[in-house]
């Protein structure tokens, strides 16, 4: 025994349950209990009234007496160094927090409510509030928590083993709603680890702290119809318009510089904003905690906790459950790849590589300095399973757009040859990842929400279902597409003839996925220039240019994404450490971008033709894709009832009249959108009325019209009779 007090003494026990709290010795009931900052215990019973005096046992901290017949509920009265007494239930003497059910679920990695067995909760337990703590950490010798309850000193609440699935838990009575807290580690060796931080923690300090946070939500939900309706199978052929956002940088509070916007006050100024704009989904680049503000939320700390940077977990509910009664989707962007070192975090966790690969080879970006998830492992796989699960039942977010799906498919992602192993075929795919993602989309649609992969390679199937073959995601980023015409677009005009490709090679493989066209945030930062900065030509032309891309973006193939700024041509980068430019909206040529953008997504949303066969062959035919000479691109868009729309870009600065296309019906014709109209900004030359067709065969058809094609711009026409 003396052996067993002078371990607890030294916060070396790992087992302290078998020795503190009530135990039977010779026949005899004791109660010990360990309390490193008293001077005096006593026992009491349930009411309070003091029984007896503990005696510390020889000049540890540990205090034990007799416990009085037939008592079950006692409390302690301790006196502090400090002068203050305090009544106080005895952690030790309560049972295990963690079920059967549960430790046999989370040891064979499979618990999908993850989030309600580990972490911080606070609770009533055997009809005592207080909240319970859980922890993964299977190689550690000693696990406690410390907080600014206990003095932070790791000897006052050493927490239960569970040897069979490696969890530590404990119940600690009258910690509560907003105490901070920390898990202090042993190492199997008995070194102490760096103080970590709650990998399920749902709430942070703010930097440069980095405490977790006992949070209790009180959020009461207001988007059932929302919620309902979701739960139906993902309609491909709904319209998806998404405005990417940065929430740290759209705006901010008195100046560009000043501080952050709360959810409340996104929740009334972003969400009026893209509701006005006519988009149908935010996406927020992450939101969950992360440690440096220049990582944009891509290298993050808690997986489980929205950013403290804008409000707490309940105000990001708020803003969520605002989105929806607006009639609004809310995707966030997640991030499993790969994890910071930051020593608070989950590297080396328990003193091993616990969360990451042990061999850098497998486990390490060094282009990031970032560690790469074990996918393989089970436990690994249920935590970030479990944090897709929280943000889609917890937070009632519509979708997860998963970053760098890449850099988890290929094992020799961004490595030499020799800083690799291969998989067990000898192939360069990472088989467990694969394997890790077609679970997470299942998951995911079965719980009523769309998955969006950020997928630069070949990889075969990415949106298609896993029971296909696929990896199942929902949709799948359109880089390809994104690379080839921005760069087309860079081009001057003069020169586009040569390059012509770039812009008629997406259709050839745009049905192979379910595609979204993304603008994103990327191509806005390090040195690319905004959308603006790329287009060539004097001022008219830049923002002519920029009018007739976006014309086109909307009317070819594919669901679409736009980061904040590129609706009204932001002339700088982006930079996450200042708010937008909106300033510019003063000049006519950037309300003239705005006034096009919140016009192409009601034409897009309203136009069956442009949205119901996106991911459909069906829904596209070249009318016209060699004119080269005169940088013309024409085609068509049908809907499912075969209803179509005349799409044509000019990219050229000339005006081309008597333009000849051919059309699949005779009739007439009306222009309804023109990137060139004077509202605008554009030179406003059109196609005024009604054009009639005429029985002249052009590009395989019977009937044809003879237009005024506008300089640098995309026109849409419909048949109307």
């Known amino acids: 025994m003396q052996h067993d007090i002078d371990l607890l003494a030294r916060g070396r026990h790992s087992d302290p349950f078998a020795v503190l709290g009530v135990h039977n010795v010779n026949g005899e009931r004791i109660v010990r209990t360990l309390q490193p900052h008293a001077s005096a215990v006593r026992l009491a019973d349930r009411d309070g009234a003091v029984l007896t005096e503990l005696k510390r046992i020889g000049d540890s901290p540990v205090f034990t007496g007799s416990m009085p017949p037939r008592l079950r509920h006692y409390l302690l009265q301790v006196d502090y160094a400090d002068g203050n007494t305090a009544l106080i239930e005895d952690p030790y003497r309560f049972p295990a927090v963690l079920g059967e059910l549960d430790r046999h679920l989370l040891g064979e990695g499979s618990h999908l409510n993850i989030n309600r067995a580990l972490g911080s909760h606070c609770t009533e337990f055997q009809g005592v509030r207080g909240t319970r703590f859980a922890v993964w950490a299977p190689n550690a010798s000693r696990v406690s928590i410390v907080g600014n309850f206990n003095g932070w000193d790791g000897r006052c609440h050493p927490m239960r083993f569970h040897a069979g699935n490696g969890l530590w838990e404990i119940f600690l009575p009258a910690v509560g709603h907003g ?28 930097p440069p702290g980095n405490a977790s946070i006992v949070f209790e939500s009180s959020w009461q939900w207001q988007d059932a119809d929302w919620m309902q309706q979701r739960r139906g199978d993902h309609d491909v052929g709904q319209p998806l318009a998404i405005y990417e956002v940065h929430a740290g940088s759209w705006q901010r509070k008195d100046g560009p510089e000043g501080r952050f916007l709360t959810w409340w006050e996104m929740a009334d100024g972003l969400l009026g904003y893209v509701t006005s704009m006519g988009f149908t989904h935010i996406e927020l680049m992450p939101v969950s905690e992360h440690p440096f503000d220049g990582s944009w939320g891509y290298q993050p700390i808690g997986l489980y906790a929205p950013t403290q940077r804008f409000g707490d977990p309940d105000d990001f509910r708020g803003f969520v459950d605002a989105c929806h009664r607006a009639g609004i989707g809310v995707i966030v962007d997640w991030v499993p790849a790969h994890f910071p070192k930051d020593e608070h975090g989950l590297s080396r966790f328990d003193g091993t590589a616990l969360y990451e690969h042990a061999d850098p080879r497998m486990g390490e970006h060094a282009d990031w300095g970032t560690l790469v998830f ?40 961004s490595r030499k040859d020799g800083e690799w192993i291969p998989n067990k075929h000898g192939g360069n795919e990472n088989l467990e990842a694969a394997s890790f993602l077609k679970q997470f989309n299942e998951i995911v649609h079965a719980h009523g929400a769309i998955s969006l992969a950020e997928e630069s390679t070949s990889w075969p199937g990415v949106s298609r279902p896993v029971y296909a073959g696929g990896l199942g995601f929902t949709y799948k980023w359109n880089m390809g597409w994104m690379n080839d015409t921005l760069r087309y677009m860079q081009e001057d005009p003069l020169h586009r003839s040569y390059h012509h490709d770039k812009m008629t090679f997406g259709p050839m493989y745009a049905f192979s996925e379910n595609f979204v066209l993304p603008l994103s945030h990327d191509e806005v930062v390090h040195g690319k220039r905004s959308l603006l900065g790329r287009m060539p030509g004097d001022n008219f032309q830049r923002f002519a240019n920029l009018r007739a891309y976006l014309g086109f973006m909307y009317a070819h193939p594919g669901k679409k994404l736009l980061f904040m700024g590129g609706e009204f041509a932001q002339e700088r980068e982006w930079s996450h450490d200042r708010a937008l430019d909106w300033h510019l909206l003063e000049q006519a040529p950037h309300r003239g971008v705005q006034t096009l953008v919140r016009e192409l997504n009601e034409v897009y949303r309203s136009t069956p033709a442009l949205h119901e066969l996106d991911c459909d062959a069906g829904g596209f035919a070249w009318i016209n894709w060699a004119d080269r000479d005169y940088s013309v691109l024409s085609w068509i868009r049908r809907a499912g009832d075969g209803s179509h729309v005349v799409c044509i870009s000019n990219f050229t600065p000339v005006v081309r009249h008597d333009y000849l296309v051919g059309v699949p019906h005779g009739g007439h014709y009306s222009e309804f959108l023109n990137t060139d109209a004077g509202v605008f900004g554009g030179s406003n030359v059109h196609n005024g009325g009604t054009i009639p067709t005429r029985a002249e065969p052009a590009h395989e058809h019977e009937q044809s019209l003879r237009l005024t094609l506008p300089p640098l711009a995309t026109v849409i026409l419909a048949p109307v009779s």
């Open 179 to 206: 105490t901070f807290y920390k898990y202090e580690l042993l190492d199997g060796g008995g070194n102490l680890l760096p103080l970590k931080s709650d990998p399920l923690a749902q709430y942070f300090e703010a």
């Open 374 to 413: 074990n996918f393989g492992r089970r436990e690994v796989a249920n935590y970030l399973l479990g944090s897709a699960m929280h943000w889609i039942d917890d937070f009632h977010v519509d979708g997860l757009r998963v970053d760098a799906v890449a850099s988890m498919l290929y094992l020799d992602y």
